[in-house]
């Protein structure tokens, strides 16, 4: 049964600022989104449950509820939006995928096509109807943070000549754009913006990109007072870059990457782990992608042609923390887990409805 929750807002002395929690039997909620660009979801469970070579993200699943893909071809798979399926222009890319997480809803309404600045300002139209699910809960005056790299967040990446310049990212067009520069209205290097309080991108030719991640993502967590985040989603990208490097499949360059970016998420979850228990919170985990992949003729891979299994990406939801435990348990039997679960999964965490989604709420829970 679910007990009544308790939203409690505290006023600063400037008036300005205020924030919300969510406390219940003395609990804390909060939320983190791993997000693991490029992750296919064929591979995911490979490597996760069936080879059993990423301890961490196993632990996660084993605390909730996890997609069944034993193939590309398996219809327990979550899947991304479908805009290339329907429509022409639109792709498996980056931008279009984390649109698609961010807001709930599937390409039909949030417009974005592919990874393209003409693509990405429709953005900053659309979100006015669709909102992120951070810029809704920042709204509702609970603490946001969000850090990635290019295309999913604004970054100033280092080319290989040695050069700087601005690879644009989708989050921060919810906040506006800039026509003249051809960026969003948010500075590559903010550390906040319309919708997160706390704002870290990363250089996106930095071969420690994943690494810092990991040390802002428990930076995030371990931050106490009243600008601690209630809600964080950080982007892993070198999966990515494996699997355009070696392919998509379950070979050794992809698969190694997957048991490395574990490894970073093991410190992750450690402090969450301590937190649940130490700071008396409790903790929704998910973990999803953007697109998964495919091999191209050459052995390199790609993802931004029509080929249907590239919509195959994983999803995983977690709970950590004490007399909290969701709903279902386990691999989730229905045929409609997908990338756009998230968004309303972590605003119903807060006690906040979406207006209109194409996900599914995973995130009713039981207290004892």
Known sequence: MLLRWILIVFISLFPTISYAEKIENGQRFRALVIGIDGMKGAQF?????QDDEAPNLKAIANLGQFAVCSSVFDPHC????????????????????????????DTDKHLVKDNEFESQIVFSQT?????????????????????GVGNYMSSMDTNDDGSASVSTGILDFECGFNAEERTSSVDAKANNSCNVDFRQSFDGGDSNRDVNLTHWLVNMINTDGGNSPDVIMGVYDTI??????????????????????????????????????LKHEVWLVMVTSDHGGHVNSDGSGGHDVVFFHDEVIPLVV???????KLTHQGPISTLDAKQMDVSPTVLHWFGLSQAVTDGTIRSEYLTN
């Open 45 to 49: 469970y490979q490597r996760v449950f």
């Open 127 to 147: 979100t006015k109807n669709y909102p992120t699910f951070l810029g809704q809960l920042k709204q509702h005056g609970f603490v946001t943070a969000a850090g």
């Open 78 to 105: 979550a899947r991304t939006h479908l805009g290339p399926r329907y429509n022409v222009g639109y792709k498996w890319v980056t931008s279009t995928g984390w649109a698609t997480v961010l807001t709930g809803v």
């Open 318 to 324: 977690g709970v950590f923390g004490e007399h909290v």
């Open 240 to 277: 990515d870059h494996a699997g355009h490097h070696f392919g998509y499949s379950s070979n050794p360059g992809y698969m190694s990457a997957i048991s490395t970016v574990d490894s970073n998420i093991g410190d992750v979850i450690q402090a969450v782990k301590t937190r649940s228990v």
